[in-house]
């Protein structure tokens, strides 16, 4: 029996994936980046936390993000340099899009179809092609991430850190929906409505 009603832990997760990054907005809308930066470590450590008392261990996805929060934002804070804190982001899309990658070279199965076949059954053209599309989507955020960071103003990009990316991942998660929806089972169709 875990710490959280069963009912409340979707939102509960919800809320501790997203912590970080609104804990980054609110202080940045309060103080400035750097007292941001600070939280946003903080907020990260404590997801990690978090997920290992829940669960006794934790997804190397906030692992690998908390690892490259802690370098860059602490370079942030040491050299007193927004530039590092700013390129976290595209690390982060990098890094994934790359481990995405390297899957469809190391084992059998791309890495998405290790991560959701227990749920959804495809065949292999079809998990390959959307590894594809989640490995296109994360090297174009880093890159858009980069442009806003160095085109626009710290402002900006704090408010595109938070809305810009969300909304970009919730159009390409529906865009997926959309994709996957074609290629799903009936069968499967009704199993996910009861």
């Known amino acids: 029996m875990g710490l959280i009603p069963a009912s409340k832990t979707p939102r509960m997760k919800l809320l501790v994936d997203f912590l970080p990054v609104l804990?980054?907005?609110?202080?940045?809308q309060l103080w400035d980046i750097y007292v941001a930066t600070a939280a946003a470590i903080?907020?990260?450590a404590l997801q990690v936390a978090w997920a290992w008392l829940r669960h006794g261990r934790v997804e190397p996805m906030p692992l690998v993000t908390?690892?490259?929060l802690v370098l860059f934002g602490g370079a942030t804070l040491l050299l007193h340099d927004e530039r590092f804190?700013?390129?976290?982001p595209t690390l982060v899309n990098w890094l994934f899009a790359a481990g995405?990658?390297?899957?469809?070279?190391?084992?059998?199965?791309?890495l998405i179809q290790?991560?959701?076949?227990?749920?959804?059954?495809?065949?292999?053209p079809v998990w390959r092609r959307l590894s594809w599309m989640w490995i296109a989507f994360?090297?174009?955020?880093?890159?858009?991430?980069?442009?806003?960071a160095y085109r626009f103003s710290t402002d900006v990009w704090v408010d595109f850190k938070l809305f810009g990316m969300l909304g970009l991942t919730l159009v390409f998660v529906l865009v997926q929906g959309l994709y996957l929806a074609r290629h799903i089972a009936?069968?499967?169709?009704?199993?996910g409505s009861r």
């Open 23 to 28: 804990l980054f907005f609110a202080a940045y």
């Open 42 to 44: 903080v907020a990260g």
């Open 66 to 68: 908390l690892a490259v």
């Open 85 to 88: 804190i700013k390129w976290k």
């Open 100 to 110: 995405f990658l390297a899957s469809h070279f190391v084992g059998r199965r791309p």
């Open 114 to 124: 290790r991560l959701l076949a227990a749920n959804i059954e495809l065949p292999p």
């Open 138 to 148: 994360f090297a174009a955020m880093g890159v858009i991430n980069l442009f806003v």
């Open 186 to 191: 009936p069968e499967q169709h009704e199993e």
